[in-house]
Each structure stands twice: as C-alpha cells, then as structure tokens.
C-alpha cells in the first residue's frame, strides 16, 4: 500500500453510524447490545454470520429489534464495523498517551539535541531500548488482551475491499493510525517519516497476523524485539546508530 495524499492523517471524518437514530437512553443501550452481539460474530464466524435471527439471539433481544434500528443487513454490517472503528481509534489513542509522555520525559528538553544527532550514545541507547520494550508490550497486548480486535481487523479489511461503505471507515482507521507512526518518525527525525511509517506499520501487521496464527503462547516476543530492534536500525541509522 503506496501512501497518497490521503494518508496524511489528517482531516478524518467523525463517525457517523448509518442505522436508526435511539431517542432514549434505554432504546440507545439496546442498539448498542445488537452491534457489540454483531461483532462477537464476526469474530467468530465472519461477517457472513451477520443475519437478523442470529444477532438478535445473541444480543437476547427480539426479532423486530433488529429489523427496527437497521433496515436491512447491510446497514448492520456497516454499523458494526463503525463500533469496531471506535473501539480500534480508542486503543491507539490509549497507546499513545502511554508512548508519548514517558518518551518526551526521556528525551527531556534536549529535542533539539535528538534532531541533530547530538545526544550521546547512552542516551541513544536508552531511547531505544525503550521504544523496542514499548512496542513489543503493543504486539503483546493486541494479540493477548485485544485478539478478537485483531481477528476483526482481519474481516474489516476484506470487507473494505469489497464494501465501498466499509472502505471510507478502514481509510478512517488507516489515516488515524498511520499519521500517529508518521508523527513518531517525524519526531525520530527520519528524513522520509511517511515511507519509513508506511514500512513500521507493514511490519506491525505482519508481526499480528503471524501471532493470530501462532497464538500468543507460541509467539517469539523475543524475536519481535529483535525485528523492531533491526527495523529501526535500518530506518533510523543515522540517530540510533552512530
């Protein structure tokens, strides 16, 4: 996937869920129960086990529930994968929050320093044996704690390429997330921060889809480390490897 103009990560739309608008709070927590019922199964069978009769019966509401706040079941496809892009625009928010201030902390007030190059090779090393350690507790905790996310990353992506409703909201996720690697890079002082944050990002995904086949209990995260650790080696020669 080449960047474009696109994939600055800037300018996102808000999302905007397609369904029946809830009046009230009540009607508004039961429409929430049908798509996050939605979304347990597309994490476990598919998008193509999304069917009225089925959401209804594990969201344990009536029939005529479903068929009220979504008209027909595109529009419930459309609806769930706009949850999953709310809850997968909160994780990477929460991780950053979690990245960024510990980082600025070790950088302290020397960015300018870190910029040029001048920061001494200790302070280098500390840097990035922090950003490795970081990074691999991410991979950790997505193919762990946040597996169904990622399995329903993987039906949101095909979706996407055949769902031109589902594509605006897989370019919402890709801009959000790529123009927060890309601000990284940036601040790492890579002179190309939008082609090294098209490869870190490539990276990442195939590292998750290795670990969803494996099993995080049968993933090397100490191989992880040493792929990010000679990622960054080759992106990042000139500051991290004087």
Same mark, same amino acid.
Request: glycine share 6%; charged share 25%; proline share 2%.
């Given at each position: 996937?080449?960047?474009? @103009?696109?994939?600055?990560? /800037?300018?996102?739309?808000?999302?905007?869920?397609?369904?029946?608008?809830?009046?009230?709070?009540?009607?508004?927590?039961?429409?929430?129960?049908?798509?996050?019922?939605?979304?347990?199964?597309?994490?476990?069978?598919?998008?193509?086990?999304?069917?009225?009769? /089925?959401? /209804? *019966?594990?969201?344990?509401?009536?029939?005529?529930?479903?068929?009220?706040?979504?008209?027909?079941?595109? +529009?419930?496809?459309?609806?769930?994968?706009?949850?999953?892009?709310? *809850?997968?625009?909160?994780?990477?928010?929460?991780?950053? !929050?979690?990245?960024?201030?510990?980082?600025?902390?070790?950088? @302290? @007030?020397?960015?300018?320093?870190?910029?040029?190059?001048?920061?001494?090779? !200790?302070?280098?090393?500390?840097?990035?044996?922090?950003?490795? =350690?970081?990074?691999?507790?991410?991979?950790?905790?997505?193919? @762990?704690? +946040?597996?169904?996310?990622?399995?329903?990353?993987? =039906?949101?992506?095909? +979706?996407?390429?055949?769902?031109?409703?589902?594509? !605006?909201?897989?370019?919402?996720?890709?801009?959000?997330?790529?123009?927060?690697? $890309? !601000?990284?890079?940036?601040?790492?002082?890579?002179?190309?921060?939008? $082609?090294?944050? +098209?490869?870190?990002?490539?990276?990442?995904?195939?590292?998750?889809?290795?670990?969803?086949?494996?099993?995080?209990?049968?993933?090397?995260?100490?191989?992880?480390?040493?792929?990010?650790?000679?990622?960054?080696?080759?992106?990042?020669?000139?500051?991290?490897?004087?």
């Amino acid at each position: 996937m080449t960047p474009d @103009g696109a994939e600055s990560g /800037a300018g996102d739309k808000s999302l905007i869920y397609q369904g029946r608008k809830a009046s009230r709070a009540k009607s508004e927590h039961r429409r929430r129960l049908i798509l996050e019922a939605a979304l347990r199964i597309v994490i476990r069978e598919g998008v193509r086990g999304i069917r009225h009769r /089925a959401v /209804a *019966k594990e969201a344990d509401v009536p029939l005529a529930a479903t068929t009220y706040y979504f008209k027909d079941i595109q +529009e419930l496809i459309v609806d769930t994968f706009t949850l999953y892009t709310e *809850k997968a625009l909160n994780v990477v928010n929460r991780f950053t !929050e979690r990245f960024y201030q510990p980082l600025q902390q070790l950088v @302290g @007030g020397n960015l300018a320093e870190l910029q040029a190059g001048n920061l001494s090779d !200790e302070a280098l090393n500390t840097m990035l044996d922090y950003l490795v =350690a970081q990074l691999t507790l991410y991979v950790r905790e997505q193919v @762990g704690e +946040e597996r169904d996310m990622l399995i329903a990353e993987q =039906a949101f992506r095909y +979706e996407a390429i055949v769902n031109e409703r589902i594509r !605006e909201l897989a370019l919402m996720h890709r801009r959000a997330l790529f123009g927060k690697i $890309e !601000e990284f890079m940036q601040m790492m002082s890579s002179a190309t921060p939008r $082609e090294d944050a +098209e490869l870190l990002l490539g990276l990442f995904h195939s590292v998750e889809y290795s670990a969803l086949l494996l099993g995080a209990e049968n993933t090397d995260f100490d191989h992880v480390s040493t792929t990010l650790k000679r990622q960054f080696s080759l992106l990042l020669p000139a500051l991290l490897y004087k």
